[in-house]
């Protein structure tokens, strides 16, 4: 059983609470537009870190992370990338993997746009964290929070940041 602090949308901004909120998860995983190395280390140096690359990151993150990330955490196969849409309009750049090889998760960031959804037609959570950072017009910043336990997703969080 693994919780997870979930993430994205950063741009640089930190916030002391993001540690608050993940001080009882196992991992941190970010999806894209991280914005420093700063605020990427900082992450790491408190919790294992994943993190994909989005569109805003420079050549220092780009090098040490990718715009893809597979692996398998509890049991379930899961897929990140920063820019990968919703059910039934993925992105171009993912679309055919997901229909290929659908994880049993997916998440994505880049729209500021909080979202959960189930796609029955994959058969897979997809799960967008919303925005953590300032940049953007998103008008309440958010966290996830949740346990993968045996393939499965439990206890979803969305932690509100405010403005």
Known sequence: MKRIG????????WDDRYLEHFEQCDEIWHAGDIGSMELAMRLQEFRPLRAVYGNIDGGDLRRIYTEKLRWSCEGADVLMTHIGGYPGRYD????NQLIARPPKLFISGHSH????????TLGLLHINPGAAGIQGWQKVRTLVRFTVDDAQFK?????ELGR
């Open 113 to 120: 746009i909080l979202k959960v959804q189930y796609d029955k």
């Open 92 to 95: 171009l750049r993912v679309r």
């Open 6 to 13: 979930l993430l994205s949308d950063t741009h640089g901004y």
């Open 155 to 159: 206890d979803l969080e969305v932690i």
